[in-house]
Nanobody, 129 residues
Framework: VQLVESGGGLVQPGESLRLSCVAS??????????IGWFRQAPGKEREGVSC????????YYADSVKGRFTITRDNAKNTVSLQMNRLKPEDAAVYYC?????????????????????WGQGTQVTISS
């Protein structure tokens, strides 16, 4: 499994960004994989931002992003997106997507880094006025 993130960049507070994570999977179809987004700022631990089950039936958002971020997936395109609105300076970090097999059960997605088996290389989100 390989994951490639894109969409990071430099924006001002209050603006929006849309991150994408494209998964290359072989053994199982993409709807068998839960996807999570994490972020890590300098000097801080990696924290969970959002996740979505393989079937997209279940989603989770950290309290810090609830109401501002939206996670969606298009299994036909093996892509999970994270729409980030009303960005704040504290949202600045390297954002990573990660995945593990959930066999399409759809009732949960992992909230911690240890739940995930495969990681992308990350995309930088910088917020500055």
């Amino acid at each position: 499994v390989q994951l490639v993130e894109s969409g990071g960049g430099l924006v001002q507070p209050g603006e929006s960004l849309r991150l994408s994570c494209v998964a290359s999977v072989s053994r199982f179809s993409s709807d068998y994989y839960a996807i999570g987004w994490f972020r890590q700022a300098p000097g801080k631990e990696r924290e969970g931002v959002s996740c979505i089950s393989g079937s997209a039936a279940y989603t989770y958002y950290a309290d810090s992003v609830k109401g501002r971020f939206t996670i969606t997936r298009d299994n036909a395109k093996n892509t999970v997106s994270l729409q980030m609105n009303r960005l704040k300076p504290e949202d600045a970090a390297v954002y990573y997507c990660a995945t593990y097999l959930d066999y399409g059960l759809g009732d949960h997605c992992g909230r911690g880094p240890d739940d995930y088996d495969y990681w992308g290389q990350g995309t930088q989100v910088t917020i500055s006025s």
